[in-house]
Nanobody, 116 residues
Framework: VQLQASGGGLVQAGRSLKLSCAAS????????LGWYRQAPGGQRELVAT???????SYADSVKGRFTISRDNARNTVALQMNSLEPEDTSVYYC???????????WGQGTLVTVSS
């Protein structure tokens, strides 16, 4: 299983950015997906998840600003981030939970930097 994240970069506060993650080597539609982030010196934290049935959940800090979505035909999961804040600066990791084997898979991370 390989997960390749992209879309990170430097953006001003209040602006938007969209992250994307492409999966290969797995039946994408059967599994749960998510995005985590880790700020410098901090712990990895959950940002958003989407189940194989399309149910979503979000960390309180991003509710109403971030939207997770999946495209099973393209084997991709996206994170639309609006109204970005400096506190959103982190390395963002896409995540896949393989339901059939109860195993966890991580992408390599993409850096998002929000300037004030």
């Amino acid at each position: 299983v390989q997960l390749q994240a992209s879309g990170g970069g430097l953006v001003q506060a209040g602006r938007s950015l969209k992250l994307s993650c492409a999966a290969s080597g797995i039946i994408f539609s059967s599994n749960n997906l998510g995005w985590y982030r880790q700020a410098p010196g901090g712990q990895r934290e959950l940002v958003a998840t989407i189940t194989n049935g399309g149910m979503t959940s979000y960390a309180d800090s991003v509710k109403g600003r971030f939207t997770i979505s999946r495209d099973n035909a393209r084997n991709t999961v996206a994170l639309q981030m609006n109204s970005l804040e400096p506190e959103d600066t982190s390395v963002y990791y896409c995540y896949l939970y393989q339901v059939s084997t109860r195993s966890h898979h991580w992408g390599q991370g993409t850096l998002v930097t929000v300037s004030s």
